[in-house]
């Protein structure tokens, strides 16, 4: 960020005070600022662009650097010499490294088999696949060619898989035969020789083999993945338009069929690029890790960090397998600079009451980053008593929907617990309340983005005049995208997110966001898991908290009474739930988020959609069962 700052002043004669009049430049002047950071990112346009921005009457139909071209692929692998890009960690101890002159070789192989195939640019091509490094040379193979990448995570169910990847019609796809979790190992042959049949554009599964199979090898349409490198390629950059798809996308497909979500390469690649190198300060050869999977954004994200010459490091297994101290050893023994979770494994750890600093030198960590829900205060509270004192906690926020964050870290600023630092550059971030006027400082509302940017979606997949795309994001307020998270900023110029706007409750007409009462619920030691909604009573509703507690704890009076207690001391009466149920499981994302709208629509008798969405839909028969028993 620094450095940014004096390349704007010595080169451009431009100086700013503070980050406030930073941001505020790359908004109002937000041409500029993405002009700019192209030419100090060193993106390199293989045409030149004949604008940076050509405005349209809406926001969505913007168009960013028209005329230029550039191939995405390129950028991640334009360094090629024998320093490590990825390394690569199992849970059961297994580690592979990968140079990055043996990246590109590998990328080559597999882009000169695609092309044999007759892959082109325009076709898909899909994965069910473990966060591993063949699928990072997958991805890096298509987006050379031009092709469009789409993933899944080998945990969804065969019909969540065909939800998503079913929609694009992929030529080909690339599959993991099995993987290991917790110690389990789960096998997928099954899987594939049913998507193999159901998925009707499919002319070939490459296979990556952790078991070979004599009834998979018997199928013609499937190879395995090394048979693809056996032949030396030339490897090719197909020169492409800025907006060219890069990457299909899916959002959660909690209130309906999953959307197909298109993001383009240029804008992809510029925004992950100023939030690898300007907030998170990814310098080259720092080593980076986010817990994920494939069928996240986050994998998307860290594999760009390629692009500022980091090296990745890829976890695949349980993060508690074989203890809660696993991802803590793995940071020590591979000197991670850059460590991402999410606030749901850092509350486990904290009811495990583990310390990793007790454990582990955690010394070459920089940055803790987190994503996925709010983190909330006593996250940062247990990071800097029990993990490391002198780090940055980076609490980042975004989404799918544009591959990116809209709030982040700075690395030149102070973190102050239970807020994300600031604003993104160029993004155009405010807080509208329900007139649609923007909120003032601390006054909670929508989070919105009032100007494009260039990592917008290109579109949704068979979205007809993008119908689909303009009711997502801009139904609430005409030409300003709406994100559907409830926040404020603060007086430090930070931003608090209290949930999602859609599942936020309404008590007595009052607006509360549910991540004020689950920061609450964090300081009771015996409660694991919560989830909170307004339940309808006839024509009124109310709150209803419902809990998980540790083994052998019981919901008794005496903690109904000090949850309740908690609760109205920190924030109001309104917040205070009128029932408190124990519950055995909630129901969560394949990425790990709280569904808080299939509970409310369980327990409220509506109809829940697209249960394959969730990791464990069986956790909603229980709060079906209470509805018949109210």
Not at 227 to 241: A, G, R, T, W
Not at 336 to 351: C, D, E, T
Not at 413 to 434: C, H, T, W
Request: hydrophobic share 35%; with cysteine.
């Amino acid at each position: 960020m620094s450095d940014f700052l004096s390349y704007l002043k010595m080169h451009h004669g431009l100086s700013f005070d503070n980050y406030e009049q930073l941001h505020t430049w790359s908004t109002i002047d937000n041409t500029d600022f993405w002009n700019l950071f192209a030419k100090y990112s060193d993106v390199n346009f293989t045409t030149v662009p004949k604008a940076t921005l050509i405005s349209a009457n809406h926001i969505m139909d913007d168009e960013w650097f028209p005329g230029s071209t550039l191939n995405f692929a390129y950028h991640l692998l334009k360094r090629r010499d024998d320093e490590t890009a990825i390394i690569f960690k199992e849970e059961n101890g297994n580690r592979l490294d990968m140079s990055y002159q043996e990246l590109y070789a590998s990328v080559s192989k597999l882009s000169g088999f695609l092309k044999k195939s007759g892959i082109k640019k325009g076709d898909v091509i899909g994965a069910v696949m473990t966060n591993r490094p063949e699928t990072i040379v997958a991805m890096l193979a298509t987006s050379s060619i031009g092709a469009i990448w789409t993933s899944c995570s080998p945990d969804f169910g065969i019909e969540g898989i065909i939800d998503r990847i079913g929609q694009v019609e992929p030529k080909i796809l690339f599959a993991v035969d099995g993987y290991q979790y917790g110690g389990k190992y789960f096998d997928l042959t099954e899987n594939i020789l049913s998507l193999n049949k159901k998925i009707k554009s499919l002319n070939q599964i490459i296979l990556v083999q952790e078991n070979p199979l004599k009834e998979i090898n018997a199928i013609p349409e499937i190879i395995n993945f090394k048979d693809c490198l056996l032949n030396d390629h030339d490897l090719e950059f197909e020169s492409l338009p800025f907006n060219h798809p890069l990457f299909i996308m899916y959002s959660s497909g909690t209130t309906g069929k999953p959307k197909c979500i298109i993001h383009g390469a240029g804008g992809t690649l510029l925004q992950h690029l100023k939030e690898h190198r300007l907030h998170t300060n990814i310098k080259k050869n720092d080593r980076i890790f986010f817990f994920t999977t494939c069928g996240w954004m986050m994998w998307n994200w860290l594999v760009s960090a390629l692009a500022s010459e980091a090296t990745i490091i890829l976890y695949e297994g349980s993060p508690f397998f074989p203890d809660p101290n696993h991802l803590w050893r793995i940071a020590e023994e591979e000197e991670i600079n850059i460590f991402g979770v999410s606030p749901r494994y850092l509350s486990a750890l904290m009811k495990e009451k583990h310390k990793p600093k007790n454990h582990n030198d955690l010394s070459s960590i920089k940055t803790i980053l987190s994503t996925g829900s709010p983190l909330l205060i006593d996250h940062f509270e247990y990071i800097e008593k029990n993990i490391k004192s002198n780090t940055q906690i980076s609490s980042i926020s975004g989404g799918t929907d544009i591959i990116s964050c809209f709030a982040l870290g700075n690395p030149n600023l102070p973190v102050y617990r239970g807020e994300i630092q600031s604003k993104g550059l160029g993004m155009a971030v405010k807080i509208f309340n329900d007139s649609g006027e923007e909120a003032a400082i601390g006054s909670k509302g929508e989070l919105v983005c009032t100007q494009s940017f260039p990592s917008m979606p290109i579109g949704f997949f068979n979205d007809l005049n993008n119908k689909k795309y303009k009711n997502s994001y801009f139904k609430k307020y005409n030409n300003v995208w709406a994100q559907g998270d409830y926040a404020s900023f603060t007086d430090h110029g930070g931003l608090i997110i209290f949930g999602r706007s859609d599942a936020t409750l309404n008590s007595g007409g009052i607006r509360i966001g549910t991540g004020e009462i689950y920061r609450q619920l964090e300081k009771f030691p015996n409660i694991l898991e919560s989830v909170v909604i307004d339940e309808e009573d006839n024509q009124d509703s109310f709150v209803s908290l419902f809990i998980i507690l540790k083994e052998n704890k019981q919901l008794t009076e005496e903690l109904i009474k000090k949850i309740k207690e908690e609760i109205k001391a920190n924030t109001t009466p309104r917040h205070v739930p009128k029932k408190i149920t124990l519950v055995p499981d909630i129901p969560r994302t394949r990425s790990g988020k709280i569904s808080e709208l299939s509970v409310k629509a369980a327990i409220n008798g509506n109809e829940i959609k697209n249960i394959e969405a969730l990791a464990n839909p069986q956790s909603l028969d229980f709060f079906r069962q209470l509805r018949i028993q109210d």
